[in-house]
Each structure stands twice: as structure tokens, then as C-alpha cells.
């Protein structure tokens, strides 16, 4: 069935597809369409789950990790200082290696107030033990959402699907919403394995005081199973390509094969990109661009395989780390930091606030990168009005 829905309502359905059994609500701009979806789809029978009401964000995710422990299918979404409120029961979710689901549609932090798109917010929670999946546009927001339970079952741990605040949030595309029956095949019904939940017929103590001598191991199990999952991702897209014909994967390249420039863009900003690669390309420019779909675990051997056959490396950021620069600028220079003779990396800061990144933008930084024999800063800041 091809609907014409809006990117929050995509998830709502990737959700009731994945069949999720717990569903904690709170609202917040921009994502309170997806949790408004969702209650009316369990009001009205479409959804067989537990619709939970909290009183805040904290709340929100205390009740999903409840709930995985217990063995169910959990979800929530949240935005900003909505995901900042649940920074604490990140850690808690992926240390206790629990398969919850979450929206986060990016919105930036204040203060100043703002209800626009900024990826600082997930960004921030970079460390916490959650998979990161950033989404382009609303059919890839719906399969993400069915992918990332698999993905989270498969390893036990939290998976945190990404998009833009209002470019996809609240702009209608359409989708192509599958069968149950092609779900299911991907994402069968939810069956932990014994003894990862609480179980009356079979009682152990879960998250409890830790010493040293095995506090460390623990930590070296959740970076194993971070690991895998970029495996586990792999596996589930090539089983939805064989469902659906869709295809995707951690990183997407797009005219790199010959490219002198490689631009490295993420979520929608990656469209307006591969628009400007066509453009320069009718100009004899030798451009090429890669977008990055997973952000943890950081693919960073396909990262590498594209970009070291570059001249020069610019990466596009839509978040800032205050004294350091752009996030992804910082990762794809770690990334290549061990291989002899790679390209330089110019970090560009654009589109902070929810302010649009245009042709002209993503033309900018291609004429600056290409200009440059090397960066003259470490972040050079794009459309400022100063």
C-alpha cells in the first residue's frame, strides 16, 4: 500500500508493523505526531500494545527499559531537550543490554528556543552504548524502524532511529507501507532469550552492584556487540532488499568512483548534495559525494575505502561541539588518521537552527574545498550573518 504520510507518521507505522508491546509517550515538538499516531492506532485496535502516558521524557524511557526487561517489544521517541532530560537511562538501557527502540527527530538545543532541525541533540548522546541510524527521507524512516528492532534483538542493544525536524517530520512523501506479512518476515514475534528478562520461573538479579573485577568485562560485551551490529544491520537490509527491493547500507556513495572532492553529508542535507554533484558534474568538476546512514557503530573501514582515494575530503555538519568543530568532521578525520598519505578533511558548519542548506551552500563548500591547498581553519562556519 502507497500512502502519502508524513515522515513522524512513517515511524507510527513502522511501529505498528514491528508489532511493539509497549509504547511510552510523552510529547514534544517536533516528533508529537508519532506518539499521537500510535495511540490511535492501539485505540483502535490496529495496535495491540500498551500505550503508557508518563510524565516526562525520564519517564518515558524508565518505562521502556522497564518493559524490555520484562521481556517486551518497547518503543518511545523524543526530540532535544527531551533526549538531553533522558541522558542518564541511555547509559542505563544499553548497559543493561536492552533492545529498545527510539525516534529521535532532530531538533536543536536551547537556549534560544528553537523547534528546528540541528543533529547536536542525538550527536550529544554519542557515547551512551546506542546504534545510531540517520534517515533521508520518510521511506527510509519506515524501514529503519523495522530494521532497527532487528537490529537491536540481534545484538541487545538500543537502537536510536534520526531525521530532520520538519524536512521530513512534517512534510508528506510517499511511502510505500509493506504487508505484514513482508514485516514479519524480517521481524518475527519477540522471543528473549532465557534469562535476559525478568522471569518468575526463572529468578536472577539484573543491574546489580558491580566490582571491579567484573565491571570491565561487561563494558568490553557491549563494545563487542556495538561491533556486530553494523553485521546485523547488513544482514537485515539485504533480507528488506529481498522483500521490498529496497536497498540500503552504513554508508552510500554517490559518483565517488573517480571523484577528486568527496563531500560527506547526512539525513536530507544529503539530497541537496547529490543534486549539486549532478550540476558540477555537467561542468567538468570531478565531485562525488557520500552519505553516511550509520553513525554507531562507525563504519569505519567503509569510510576509509571511499575516502582515501580522494584529493581532498569536505564534510558537511549540522551540529557543533563547542571548542572542537563539527562532530563527523572529527570522526572521519580519526578515521583516517592512520592511513599514510590521506586526503585533508575540511570540516563546514551550515544549517544550525533549522537554517536551510541550499545548492548554493553545498556549492560554497565545494568552490572553498577546492580553492584551499589545505584547511586554513579547522572549521570554516558556512552562511553566517555577521
Known amino acids: 500500500m502507497k500512502k502519502v504520510i508524513m515522515g513522524n507518521h512513517s515511524v507510527s507505522y513502522g511501529v505498528r508493523l514491528a508489532r511493539a508491546e509497549v509504547i511510552a509517550a510523552y510529547p514534544i515538538t517536533p516528533q508529537t505526531q508519532i506518539v499521537e499516531e500510535l495511540s490511535e492506532m492501539c485505540s483502535d485496535g490496529r495496535l495491540k500494545a500498551k500505550f503508557v502516558k508518563v510524565e516526562s521524557e525520564h519517564s518515558a524511557m524508565a518505562c521502556c527499559i522497564g518493559a524490555a526487561s520484562a521481556g517486551a517489544r518497547a518503543f518511545t521517541a523524543t526530540s532535544s531537550q527531551g533526549l538531553a532530560l533522558m541522558h542518564e537511562l541511555l547509559h542505563w538501557a544499553s548497559a543493561a543490554r536492552l533492545p529498545i527502540v527510539m525516534t529521535n527527530v532532530n531538533r536543536a538545543l536551547g537556549p534560544g528556543w528553537n523547534i528546528w532541525t540541528e543533529q547536536t541533540d542525538s550527536l550529544a548522546q554519542r557515547d ?28 541487545r542493544l538500543p537502537v536510536m532511529i534520526v531525521y530532520d525536524a520538519f524536512f521530513l517530520s512534517h512534510t508528506y512523501e510517499p511511502v510505500d507501507i ?63 532488499r529481498r522483500l521490498t527491493g529496497r536497498s540500503y547500507a552504513a554508508v552510500e556513495t554517490y559518483r565517488c568512483d573517480d571523484a577528486e572532492t568527496v563531500l560527506v553529508a547526512v539525513s536530507t542535507a544529503a539530497s541537496t548534495a547529490r ?112
Open 128 to 155: 551512551t552504548g546506542w546504534i545510531q541510524l540517520y534517515c533521508e527521507d520518510n521511506q527510509e524512516v519506515l524501514d529503519s524502524t523495522l530494521m532497527a528492532f532487528r537490529v537491536a534483538e540481534a545484538v
Open 178 to 240: 509493506p504487508a505484514q506479512e513482508e514485516a514479519d518476515a524480517l521481524l518475527p514475534p519477540y522471543k528473549p532469550a532465557r534469562g535476559t528478562f525478568m522471569d518468575v520461573e526463572d529468578p536472577r538479579t539484573f543491574s546489580n552492584m558491580t566490582p571491579p573485577d567484573y565491571f570491565m568485562e561487561m563494558r568490553f560485551k557491549i563494545e563487542r556487540a556495538m561491533r556486530r551490529a553494523k553485521g546485523e544491520f547488513e544482514r537485515a537490509a539485504a533480507e528488506w
Open 275 to 386: 543534486v549539486m554533484v549532478d550540476s558540477l558534474r555537467e561542468k567538468g568538476r570531478k565531485v562525488g559525494l557520500l552519505k553516511m546512514r550509520m553513525f554507531r557503530p562507525f563504519p569505519c573501514r567503509e569510510v576509509v575505502d571511499v575516502l582515501r582515494k580522494a584529493r581532498k575530503v569536505a564534510v558537511l555538519d549540522r551540529n557543533i561541539s563547542f571548542g572542537s568543530g563539527g562532530i563527523f568532521a572529527a570522526e572521519i578525520k580519526a578515521a583516517l588518521s592512520n592511513v599514510p598519505g590521506h586526503p585533508p578533511v575540511y570540516g563546514y558548519i551550515a544549517g544550525l537552527g533549522g537554517r536551510d542548506i541550499t545548492p548554493a551552500t553545498i556549492e560554497e563548500i565545494f568552490d572553498r574545498t577546492e580553492d584551499e591547498d589545505a584547511p586554513e581553519d579547522p572549521v570554516t562556519w558556512i552562511g553566517l550573518k555577521l
